[in-house]
């Protein structure tokens, strides 16, 4: 038996032998209420119970005064109907890399948990089209908010993607959870050597659990790609719009989360998506991108990280030794300066201590959009004289993920540079053309 | 041979003996910003500024039991297309942030609307979403939660006995339908969010006209608070009408509470016959077992046919099918309603689960230009024998399979029981089928949205609005209104307005007809009135105390100012009003004119001069001092002459 309720009620519900999903009765003020206890969560207070009436509400009852009873004990044993798994010979296998984030979860109406499922079978439940397109598997790895991901995770998905690509899946999803699924799509983009298969990651901004999820065509639009397109890289596939047309498939080094709870959150930043993909069809927008390689994948890892590293926001103001305290702790240090990429005159020789020291400083900017360009004023001209290095036209996120795969193979402060400014896997050296910044209104 | 029932009245003691039991669910809107955002609740006439497209990803398995395998498939290719405002809709609306915290203040008038009504608040109140799949909330659910329950003493009298409530909850409206096709729905997204109270009684109810007295009643509780949406919409009642051996239905969306009898009265009516039909079926022993006969392509025996429908159907490209029903002939054309027939309830089915145009059968035919020959062939093709009736539709296959799938299960139901249903409600008074009846709601909380507890609340509310019987009788004793007419000011929310204008020293009678009788008339001469502001009337009240404005002329000032003529009532009085020279030089014409019939009659006359001089003067000066004045000049005139 599981009791979810701590202190007061806690106590009292143990004592009566009371768990989740009991039915009981409770009397409060000359009133009795019936129903299942519901387990609450921690964040909330010790004085109430939670228990939802037979006409689906829940309430939250004070126990002040309240007298409780067990009527009957949970019967959670409720067999769902779902569909058979139908495997076609004539589709690609694309397994499912479960790494958290809502997709693999489904509402339990009878007590309003959300529980995650094991099976394809329950995804097909759901998005039955799937079952037209690829062939799949589970591969759970681990079940986290992507706010909880560190690089270690990242290597651990690598290594799963590697694995699934060798043993000979056409292509992979990743079930990933959307706050740092931009960082993820990096890393790997770093640590798959010679990808000949597209390597999907694709999350919702509404969950599965809610008729109105975008997984749903985030889930076909990926697995369209991972099935169908020519496409041999480490990408997104996310909502283009907020309607539930299309999706768009960006670049991994390229996306950015720029809206909090939009289905559009995911943006290409400083280059044109790769392709729109709606329910049935791929249409691409740029030909610039790594293509598929028919037969076996000759995909190598290399995942040395070292995750030491720090991304600094410059603001107003910034104080001057507190970069270099960042310094006596870190490896790296990725700058978001202002700008074309620029930090406060007074830090730059802060700065030249710093690369001094040995400790690479890569110049991106908070603008995100366009290109850092130390050359144009003095303040960049002498970050340059400082030895920062400039970022181009990466992400800050990029550089920070890229810089920690650059000090896992070198610590040669020329080697970093030149790996730096060298374009590994489009991410640097976009052609930055007028048709990449958006704005909504225009 | 089958007979429909006589339409005769039935009587209070039928209502009783046939377990009539009837409860409402009334739906009100609140007078403040929408549930969980900061957007205000108002209604759009315009068009949006952009629509959003959006599908509902619904699961097999979720979908339960009570709907049909072809609802599953409809509802998965549905698109729903919503209307967004860019100033008065925000992303909360359109599902693309989560909610902001519940609207306390909406809680605080649901809070004060339970207290009201002698209901127990709850500790707690948890934010519930409950699956709705037509597209009407653009979650895909309706955030609801449960404010407070009934007791004993939380109840309302009337005529036939005490109503009790059960629940109050308080929920966000829906998204404004505009337009519904089976592949695609339109909505706007103005409406959704608005908070609503949405209050439910027990089935208490046992008489028709029970069921508007307690709708009145309550309407009025409601708006006792002073905190809820006025207008057209703003309140609509679900009523629940079941009868012995019938099933409970619920029929939605009445806004006219006049029509709420005659509605229960025909369900009534439509539950009698429906269970009469039953008995007949079975008495004719038909079996569930007939009702497996294939759906024929009969187009061919259709295919010279004069018919305008089918003709039209043919060159749409869309064949006609049909199927044979076993033993009902005579049962698909009987009256279930006034205008309604057996066959009218299959055809809504046709037409909600296929998306067809309707259905037309053997009891019906000839007809539409089908002749005689026609049918004969149709039966002959569908091998139709004596006592068989037969069902046509005309669509693509694929729309027309999943219709005449669900005429099968509503025959089906005819040999069993009443199905539960949920219907809408038409402007005659009856209904007609939207879909089943949900099976318990699929609630699950609102995760994003945290419990609000209430005591807090509730300390806010320092005393509760009087009753509405209260402010009536208060009315009446302090201003010597009718009861009518004080019901008029309450209803027409104009009882603080009245209280305002009451302390110029004009009759109060006049006053309450000026806000109620003058406007009325207004209104139907479609003058736009909501040009009168309050100040208008505190204006005119004042100029009538102040004997500068005739009451006379209070129905033209009022015209004048809606139509835009005068800002104000002071502006109107010194371009209209006639100086007392004026008016002694009118009466002093119209008595020479008159002066051989004065002379007649002498003082008798008074009357007929009056009338003379207020033809002219009507509206431009008080006629209580035209009166004194006729009365002076007539007396001198007679004096004189």
Redesign the interface.
Known sequence: MTLHYRGRVGKLLSSLRIGDYDRIRVLK???V?EGIL?PRPEI?DDE?L?IK??????????IEGAKMKLISKANLSRE????KLRYRDDLPFVPLIVTGGTITS????ST?A?ISHEKPEELL????ELANIINTKYVTLFSEFSENLTPNHWKLIAKAVYEQLRKGADGVLIAHGTDTMHYTAAALAFMLHSLDKPVVLVGSQ?S??????D???NLIAAARVAAESPIAESVIAMHG?????YAYVIRGVRARKMH????DAFQSINEPPIARVTYDSIRFLTENFRRKREGPSNVELDDRLDPNVALVQIWPGIPNGFLSTLAERFKGLVLAGTGLGHTPRYLIPEVAEIVKSGIPVVITSQCLFGRVNLNVYETGRRLLMAGAISGEDMLPEVALVKLMYVLGHTDNLEEIRKMIKENMTGEVGAHLGLNVFPSCWR | MYSPPAGGELTDLDYKDLGLKVGLEIHQRLNSHKLFCECPSIMREDEPDSW???????????LGAVDPAAKFESLRRRMFLYGVYYDNTC?VE?????PYPLNEDALEIALTIALMLKM?P?????V????V?DGSN????QR???VA?G?KESCIETNWGFVRMA?L?LEEESAYIVESRPEIAKYRLDRLGIPLVELATKPDIWHPDQAKEAALKLGRMLRATGRVQRGLGTIRQDINVSIRDGARQEIKGVQDLDLIPEIVRREVQRQITLIKIKDSLISRGIKEEYLRTPIVDVTNALADSKSHLVRKALARGDKVYGMRVVGFSGILGSEIQLGRRFGTELSDYAKVFGGVKGILHGDELPNYGIDEDHVRRVRSELSCEEGDSFILVMGKRKPVELAFGSIRERLKYALKRVPNETRRALLDGNTSFMRPIPG??????E?DV??V?TVPILRRIKYLPPAPEQIVEKLVERYNLTEDLAWELFDEDKVALFERISKYNVPTRFLASMLISVIRSLKRDEEPIEKLKEDNFIEIAKLLGEGRLAKEAVPEVLRAIAKGEYTSAEYYVKDHQISMEKLDSIIKEILIRKSEIIRERGERSFGMIMGEVMKEVRGKIDGAIVSRRVKRKLEEFLQAS
């Open positions: 003020d000359g009133r209420y519901i909330l109430h939670i009436l037979d006409n689906g509400y829940n309430i939250g009852i004070n769902r109907k779902i569909p489904k509402v339990d109406y309003g959300v439940d759901i998005v039955p509404r599965i659990d809610r008729p109105s999820t997984a749903v065509l719009s907020p309607s539930d047309e909090t709870s939009r289905r | 959003i497209k959006r599908k509902l990803g619904i699961s097999y398995s979720e992303e359109a599902d693309e942030s989560p127990k709850i500790d707690e109140i948890h519930m979403r409950k699956i799949v653009t979650t895909g659910f609801t939660a449960l329950i007791g629940t909850c318990s709601a699929r609630m699950y909380p995760t945290l419990p507890k």
